[in-house]
């Protein structure tokens, strides 16, 4: 009984007497992208629909994204600070976009949000940090991860804020079609 304390059950279904490390489930718990970059990219997809110029209330974007207001807050804060939204404060302030949705890439948004693309500290650009259990040059792991990050870095670098949003007003005006 001594490593009960580092050691718990996993809740995967047909298997609940396997037991996993804390190192492990936290390895498992871990996203590329997390619910805070998700609620950012809804928060700044919901700004794009707005005409431009147009403020939107916190408890507007909140409510209609179904993310907590104060996280929300927090997140808005974080995309303030790197340039991609404007507020005003007070009775009719909001948050709106700080450019063109076309000019706002959701590499950098995740980026920000989330921190490197890559999988693993080795293959990454941003973050790189040498793994010191194997030769960098010669590790399959490490080329593999580097294939993974460029490709994801290619689809979100290369897809805009408006795409997003069109992609979304796509999707309902088939769901729409479809129901009709």
């Not at 431009?52 to 179904?66: C, E, K, M, P, R």
């Not at 997140?75 to 000019?103: C, H, M, W």
């Amino acid at each position: 009984m001594q490593g009960r304390a580092r050691w718990g059950r996993t809740e995967e279904p047909g298997d609940s007497n396997k037991w996993q490390s804390a190192a492990a489930r936290q390895d498992d718990a871990r996203q590329m992208l997390t619910r805070k970059g998700k609620s950012g990219l809804k928060a700044l997809v919901h700004l794009a629909h707005l005409p431009t110029g147009q403020l939107a209330f916190v408890n507007d974007i909140a409510t209609s994204n179904n993310i907590p207001k104060k996280f929300l807050d927090a997140i808005l804060g974080e995309l303030r600070n790197a340039g991609f939204v404007q507020s005003r404060k007070g009775k009719e302030g909001g948050y709106r976009l700080a450019r063109p949705a076309t000019d706002i890439k959701v590499g950098h948004v995740v980026r920000v949000l989330d921190g490197p693309l890559a999988p693993i500290p080795c293959a990454s650009r941003t973050r790189y940090a040498r793994c010191e259990d194997c030769d960098e040059a010669t590790c399959q792991v490490r080329h593999m991860m580097l294939d993974v990050r460029h490709a994801i870095a290619e689809v979100l670098d290369n897809r805009s804020l408006a795409e997003m949003r069109d992609a979304a007003n796509n999707d309902l005006a088939a769901t729409l079609k479809h129901q009709a």
